[in-house]
């Protein structure tokens, strides 16, 4: 997970191109001057689906992996610290903290 946020970028590039070669289908259909039929155009479109269809995965795979990483600009450094199970001693200083804390607000 070298560079989740470019991967991600990528992976959304990926699926743009739909429109681009949706355009390119309905243009080759109208204005070809070699005429597309009916049927070469369905297989063009049914081409596209599963072909997109893949693309979507993967960029939803992207977007988990950033999900599952806790964000695109976090660094893995940050990451860990942050996923770090506190200590049973840790945990009770915390406690004792948010005791007093709450001590604070008592009136």
Request: with cysteine; aromatic share 12%; net charge negative.
């Amino acid at each position: 997970m070298d560079n989740i946020a470019h991967t991600l970028e990528d992976r959304i590039m990926d699926c743009w191109g739909v429109t681009s070669d949706i355009k390119l289908a309905y243009e080759e259909y109208l204005d070809s001057p070699d005429n597309m039929d009916e049927d070469e155009l369905s297989n063009i479109l049914i081409g596209i689906e599963y072909l997109y269809n893949r693309k979507f995965k993967r960029l939803w795979k992207a977007f988990e992996d950033v999900c599952e990483h806790g964000g695109v600009w976090l660094d893995s450094e940050t990451i860990l610290n942050h996923y770090q199970i506190p200590s049973e001693e840790e945990k009770q200083q915390n406690l004792k903290d948010y005791h007093e804390r709450l001590k604070q607000w008592d009136v």
